[in-house]
């Protein structure tokens, strides 16, 4: 073999090395650019799964805020067709009445009421227990395809909390365990809160009970209640859009009666020895126990001004979303001024 022979060979040898080389980074450069298209096909799938998931949960809770508002609104009709078949004159025949279902609220000091199938909730039962007397009446219907339940209390001795002052408001936080200063604190950001919306809606105050459950500076336990120092929280205290400052002395909390009037162990005395009695508090007595106190009493005789309506869907145990909706009687027809999600009950 020549040395020429040699020198083509070796040429060859480092032709196919360096080809060899080149086609080992290319396969890696694809293997690698595989990878990347890989994940980031897998991320985009991964991402629309979840975004199909988020999307579906956004379109089931607002399908159910619709039946909700809409349970409001039947509610708010059924208990002013009640309303109608109370003071028609002349009255509907007896037998007619008997086989009518009416939604009514239930009389002061009446025993909590139970639709065929359910069960109080803990939490409301609860509330209406720490409240004195409120009773709470139950039914239950059908909207479409999707069944709910309806509990009803009388909110006529419950307060605008657009109503109340700074001073009010402290005696409130103080009253539900807070202490002095920080009550104080809360009374003042509360105010400063209310006219923050005032001067940017142009408001009388709070449009909703939203905007207080939903701000921070209140406490949870103070919003919710439910426990043992706070068995009763403000979003079952206080109501916005009823204009009202009168109390019953039937069914107005005891905490609230504190709030709102200057009394004094002998008016806290007699009014347990009036409630556990037993028999209507005339309006001569209501008048007489609230004399002094700075108290407006309601009539006890008239119909309820207001309530309250816890609405769930499901069946005779509804488990779904729940919404708490206050509605306002105004001659004998009743309509919604507010209603608000209620996210603890689920």
């Known amino acids: 073999m020549t040395p020429r022979t ?12 360096h080809g060899a080389a080149e086609r080992g980074y290319i396969l890696l450069f694809a293997l690698g650019l595989m990878a990347v298209v890989t994940t980031v096909v897998l991320g985009v ?3 629309l799964r979840l975004d199909a998931q988020l999307l579906a949960r956004e379109k089931e809770a607002l399908q159910e805020g619709y039946v909700l508002q809409s349970a409001a609104a039947y509610t708010a009709l059924q ?6 078949v109370a ?43 720490a409240a004195g007397t409120t009773p709470t009446a139950r039914y239950e219907a059908t909207l479409g395809r999707q069944p709910f339940t309806a509990e009803l209390q009388d909110a006529s001795g419950l307060p605008d909390a657009n109503d109340l002052t700074a001073q009010e408001w402290e005696r409130l936080f103080a009253l539900l365990g807070t202490a002095p200063e920080r009550a104080r604190e809360l009374a003042l950001l509360t105010m400063e809160f209310k006219n923050r919306v005032m001067d940017a809606r142009g408001t ?9 459950t939903d701000w921070n500076e209140i406490p949870r336990s103070l919003v919710r209640g439910g426990t043992t120092q706070v068995p009763v929280g403000l979003q079952d205290l206080l109501v916005v859009g009823t204009k009202n400052r009168k109390v019953r002395l039937d069914t107005t909390p005891v905490v609230l009666l504190r709030t709102l009037g200057n009394l004094t162990d002998d008016h806290l005395q007699r009014l347990a020895t009036m409630r556990r009695s037993g028999t209507p508090i005339t309006a001569a007595l209501a008048q007489q126990w609230t004399a002094g106190t700075g108290l407006i009493a309601a009539d006890m005789a008239g119909p309820p001004t207001a309530a309250k309506a816890r609405l769930r869907l ?3 145990r509804p488990t779904g979303a729940t919404l708490v909706a206050t509605l306002v009687q105004q001659g004998g027809k009743y309509s919604v001024v507010d209603s608000v999600v209620d996210v603890s009950a689920r």
Request: glycine share 12%; no cysteine.
């Open 204 to 212: 009388t105050g709070f449009s909703s009970m939203r905007e207080l």
């Open 79 to 84: 208990l002013g067709v009640a309303s109608a």
């Open 314 to 316: 499901g069946g005779p």
């Open 87 to 129: 003071g028609a004159n002349p009255p509907l025949p007896e037998e007619v009445r008997r086989n009518w279902p009416l939604w009514r609220l239930p009389e002061p000091g009446a025993p909590p009421a139970a639709a065929p199938g359910t069960a109080p909730s803990s939490r409301g039962t609860a509330a209406a227990a």
């Open 45 to 47: 799938s991964v991402s």
């Open 6 to 17: 040699l020198q083509h060979i070796r040429h060859l040898q480092r032709r196919t090395g």
